[in-house]
């Protein structure tokens, strides 16, 4: 038999209780309580948990309400009791005032990057501050012995000769 305090296999638990002591526990694919799932343990929930939950009834929620008031008719709401509610000109505006919102931002953001891109006919999209001609850096150097070339920019004349001139 094992010693309790001993672990060797991939496939067990070490686990510490509050009073030091040592146990040890198999993982089991049936036993849910070691195997990670089911209960938080003595931890408790996490805050993103309750939120992302929260969140999500109170998006259903709000979604039926939409429904509701969106597609009943006013008699049946009045007839619950319902009796003060938005202008059913909202249940259309709202939605479309929204989509056009997105579609507008998306086209404002695709403007931006476009003034802020400098033109292709200037040196600033090949060059910058940060840009590094490659060195002769032990270049006498030969087979196995020769080092790792320092990080550097491959100029535009070895990309059009690599990219065009096989071509011919």
């Given amino acids: 038999m094992e010693e309790p305090h001993s672990v060797n296999s991939p496939r067990r638990i070490l686990s510490f209780s509050k009073r030091r002591r040592t146990t040890t526990a198999s993982v089991l694919f049936d036993d849910k309580t070691n ?3 089911g209960v938080s343990g003595e931890h408790g929930t996490k805050p993103s948990e309750v939120y992302g939950f929260v969140g999500s009834i109170t998006t259903v929620v709000a979604t039926v309400i939409f429904l509701v008031w969106a597609y009943i008719p006013e ?4 007839s619950v009791g319902i009796f ?3 202008s059913r000109y909202w249940a259309l505006a709202v939605p479309t005032y929204t989509m056009v919102i997105i579609v507008l931002a998306i086209g404002f953001y695709i403007g931006l990057n ?3 891109t400098p033109p292709p006919t200037s040196l600033t999209t090949i060059f910058d501050e940060f840009s590094r001609e490659p060195s002769s850096f032990l270049s006498h150097i030969k087979g196995d012995e020769q080092p790792i070339e320092p990080i550097s920019d491959i100029g535009i004349n070895k990309i059009n000769a690599i990219m065009f001139d096989d071509a011919k």
Avoid: K, T, V
């Avoid at 008699?75 to 009045?78: A, F, G, K, V």
């Fill in 114 to 116: 476009f003034i802020s």
């Fill in 35 to 37: 195997s990670g799932f």
């Fill in 84 to 86: 003060y509610y938005p």
């Fill in 75 to 78: 008699p049946w709401l009045h």
